[in-house]
Structure formats: C-alpha cells, structure tokens
C-alpha cells in the first residue's frame, strides 16, 4: 500500500519551455502533498506545501509564479515549471500523506534537465 | 522550525560489519515524529521508520534498529550486519505535523563486498 506515482521520471528540454509534473497516489487519498528538489548530491529540499482544493503555501526563496503547483484533487497534484532555464535542472519528488504526522510517501522523482 | 544535523557525510564499511548513522536535531515543538528514508543510487525514497517523540523505546525491524535518546535529542540508526544492497544515501527527518519534512544533508553509506 500507500504507493504514489510520480511522471514523467526523466525530462530533458530547451530553455524557454514548461514543464509539468504529475504526482499520484495510487491506493489513498492525499489531504497534503509536498514538493521537494535535489541538486545533485545534496539534501532534499522542501519548495511548497499543497493541500487540496487549496492553495499551495511555498517556502521562502522559491518562485510561486515559476513553479506552479495545482492540487485539484485528493490523489493529484501537478507541479509545472513554467519558462524552464537550466538553472532549474535538478531532481524533483513529491511526497503525500493521508493526514498530519503520517509518513510521507515518495514518489520516484522526475530528472529535470534545461538544456 | 527545525533542524537536523547527520554529521557524518559518508560511512564506508566492509559488508557483514555492523553500522551506526548519528542524527541529533532541534526542534521547538513538545509533540513531534521523526523519520529515516533511505534513497539508494536510483533515486527514490523509501521510508523506514516513525518515531513519535513520546515514545523512546528502541525499535527493532530485522536487521535495523533505531536509537532515539529524547534527551539529548538525537534518533541513530544502526544496520547489523550490513550488506551491499544497504548502499544508499540515508536521511533523517524531523517533522510531520503540518509542515514537510526537515530532511538533514544526509549520510552516504557504502558497503563494501
């Protein structure tokens, strides 16, 4: 159980271009997921926070207007990176959980790469 | 908010040999949880173990077993007898209630055949 699904795992494109990221839990129902990114040999870092029917509440440094995230229902949330410059490749991964101070099950990320 | 400090960046050991990560974190809030993911070289997180802050039993889980000392706020984590497949890069996380997790830089483990 608690399996969530992350697509696409690789994204390799030009600058300029927006990319959109799907994340779905597949056997229940998400109240919050997370949005984190990972430079290369780094620490995974929290962006944004996004609850259902809500709007997301973003960390401090992190473009809201760049990094679009959309929560419309209680298995999907879609985070869209809009103008893509290769400053933003990096690994993305959603997480969700079913309520507060549960695990937060991870996705398997999705490799952004700007050329 | 809170804080995590793994202060060992990479632990290299020859398989069969057992193995301890340190975690020590801070943290304001009275009721908190704290977790362990692992992230092996593909890339995904695979969580390990919750630990809610009011429960300071020791836990065990085949060959895993976590340390969590309230008092001096820290959460290790100990592989027995290690193996090659516990190769990874392992987290530790405070946090859970209404916020993401807190995740600390990470501690790179290598199991050597």
């Known amino acids: 159980g608690a399996v969530v699904s992350q697509h696409p795992s690789w994204v390799i494109c030009k600058s300029g271009t927006s990319v959109k990221i799907e994340c779905r839990s597949l056997d229940f129902q998400a109240t919050t997921m997370f949005w984190y990114r990972q430079f290369p040999k780094q620490s995974l870092m929290l962006m944004a926070t996004s609850n259902e029917g809500s709007k997301a509440t973003y960390e401090q440094g992190v473009e809201k207007d760049k990094f679009l995230i959309n929560h419309a229902s209680l298995t999907l949330s879609t985070l869209t990176v809009t103008s893509a410059h290769p400053e933003d490749s990096s690994f993305y991964i959603c997480s969700a959980r079913e309520s507060a101070y549960q695990p937060q099950h991870f996705g398997d990320g999705t490799r952004l790469s700007i050329l | 908010a809170q804080k995590v400090t793994q202060a060992q960046t990479e632990i290299s050991v020859v398989e069969k040999e057992d193995v301890t990560l340190d975690c020590v974190y801070e943290t304001r809030d009275t009721t908190y949880y704290l977790f362990w993911y692992k992230q092996p070289p593909s890339g995904e997180l695979v969580f390990l173990i919750r630990r809610n802050s009011f429960d300071e039993q020791n836990e065990i889980s085949g060959r895993y077993s976590w340390n969590f000392q309230k008092s001096t706020s820290s959460f290790n984590f100990t592989i027995t007898a290690s193996q090659v497949v516990d190769s990874a890069v392992y987290f530790c996380?405070?946090?859970?209630?209404?916020?993401?997790?807190?995740f600390g830089k990470g501690t790179h483990l290598i199991i050597q055949p």
């Open positions: 996380a405070p946090g859970g209630g209404a916020d993401g997790l807190t």
